[in-house]
């Protein structure tokens, strides 16, 4: 059974927590196509400059790749298995991406998408499981995601640095849907040539959880640990703190520390900005000011980061 009753927008689903870390790699690569002249064989993206380039020490000679990406898959009866590997200056391994997928009709991923950074995590109708797991060169790694649907439920485990910081069980009903998240503790350490990362979160695990039944305006009712009743708020500062000022921000801190694999690139807007555009912004504002629905907040400001690198919003303030 799909969910047929919608959780509240201010609930993070798969999509959102990915996209808190996720999104400086696929800021990277658009900035990359912008940058440099793109150059596509088959399942291979390079990018190359006009002239020699100083990329971090070393010359890399004139239409030679300062960067590069490279997309394979493998198709079976019923399982998907994608591989991206992205690589920067010297030809030297960024991050890989594994997925493997299993479910009825699977289709790769658009070359247009893959080009562009976009993926989508969560599951489609026709999908009943899929890892996501992100690596180093070394093979050591650093995030990963199992998703697995079921008839009436789902389940959703997150790990950082080989841990399990997260669970969100989803219990489908024809009258109300329910998600349960778990919150555990975690410790492991990542270390690299210029930085290291210490994690030591070892807090008993536990749970809180969201109820929506099907009624006139499908209200929410968010529980804590006893299930005791709470308000939204503290169930959002939890998440927060548990999660996305915790694990997914130091995700985010080794993502951008191996963006720095890749050559420097420069912000390249084009567009307008208009009457809609600012209402959009005010109202953003006052949804930051009292401190609600941050989690739609965030996904408008990234929809706004899409527009600027589609090159349909035009910074046209004066330098300062």
């Known amino acids: 059974m799909a969910e047929t009753i919608p959780l509240p927008p201010s609930v993070s689903n798969v999509d959102d927590i990915i996209n808190e870390f996720r999104k400086t790699l696929e800021t990277k690569i658009n900035e ?61 391994i960024a ?16 070359y247009n998408d893959f080009i562009k950074g976009k993926r989508q995590f969560e599951l489609n109708d026709n999908e009943r499981y ?15 995601v199992l998703i697995e649907k079921k008839e009436n439920s789902k389940l959703v485990d997150f790990y950082i640095l080989g841990q399990i910081f997260l669970r969100m069980n989803y219990d489908f009903k024809e009258t109300s849907t329910r998600l349960t998240l778990t919150y555990f503790g975690y410790k492991a350490s990542y270390i690299t040539k210029y930085s290291s990362w210490e994690l030591n979160n070892t807090v008993a695990p536990f749970s809180h959880a969201v109820f929506v039944t099907n009624s006139k305006f499908n209200q929410p009712s968010y529980f804590d640990i006893d299930n005791g009743v709470i308000s939204q708020a503290e169930y959002l500062s939890k998440f927060d703190k548990r999660v996305l000022s915790g694990a997914i921000s130091t995700i ?23 009457e809609y555009f600012k209402e959009e912004l005010r109202i953003l504002y006052n949804r930051i000011l009292n401190n609600t629905e941050t989690n739609l907040v965030k996904r408008q400001v990234l929809d706004y980061i899409d527009a600027a ?10 330098k300062q």
């Open 252 to 274: 985010r801190n080794i993502f951008e520390y191996h963006n720095f694999y890749f050559p420097s690139t420069k912000i390249i807007q084009t567009g307008l900005v208009n």
């Open 32 to 92: 990359l196509g912008k940058n440099f002249i793109t150059r596509t064989s088959d399942r291979n993206v390079l990018f190359t400059n006009s002239s020699p380039l100083n990329c971090h020490g070393s010359i890399i000679p004139q239409s030679e790749p300062v960067a590069s990406m490279q997309y394979n898959f493998k198709s079976g009866a019923n399982e998907l298995i994608e591989k991206s590997i992205y690589k920067g200056c010297n030809d030297r």
């Open 130 to 144: 899929r890892l996501y797991r992100v690596s180093n060169a070394e093979n050591e790694e650093i995030f990963k």
């Open 95 to 110: 991050l890989v991406e594994d997925v493997v997928t299993r479910g009825n009709n699977l289709v790769p991923l658009k």
């Open 309 to 318: 690198e589609n090159g349909t919003i035009l910074d046209n303030r004066p």
